[in-house]
């Protein structure tokens, strides 16, 4: 539901790139980093902890079966470039949110003790 909200706040007619879904892979990514950071440094979840947020949270707040679809959608549009950047732009985003979320959590962050 966090998904689909975010994608409707931020989607435009005509758009053409697919900026919803950009921004929750970003968004999942940085507190699944966070998440790890936080899990590695001060609290060690049980297994279901662990699943419920980095699986069911980030995982369900995150969409590759979207993201793909989307990819797709660009490529029967016969916009190549656009395609091949959005894929570029999301694994590089991705990967750069989840190193800020790890680096955040590590640094910068204090958390509660549960």
């Known amino acids: 539901m966090a998904r689909y909200a975010l994608a409707l706040l931020l989607s435009r007619p005509h758009q053409f790139w697919?900026?919803?879904t950009w921004v929750a892979n970003a968004c999942?990514?940085?507190l699944l980093g966070l998440f790890m950071a936080w899990t590695q440094r001060q609290y060690n979840p049980?297994?279901?902890v662990r699943l419920?947020?980095?699986v069911g949270f980030c995982g369900g707040f995150s969409t590759f079966s979207t993201f793909s679809a989307e990819v797709w959608q660009?490529?029967?549009q016969q916009a190549y470039g656009?395609?091949?950047g959005y894929v570029a732009a999301s694994f590089l985003?991705?990967?750069a949110a989840l190193a800020l979320g790890i680096?955040?959590?590590g640094r910068w962050l204090t958390w509660p003790d549960w």
């Open 18 to 20: 697919p900026l919803g």
């Open 28 to 30: 999942a990514s940085l």
């Open 82 to 84: 656009w395609a091949l």
């Open 74 to 76: 660009l490529f029967q």
């Open 93 to 95: 985003l991705a990967i």
């Open 52 to 54: 419920l947020v980095a």
């Open 103 to 105: 680096w955040l959590g």
């Open 46 to 48: 049980n297994e279901s």
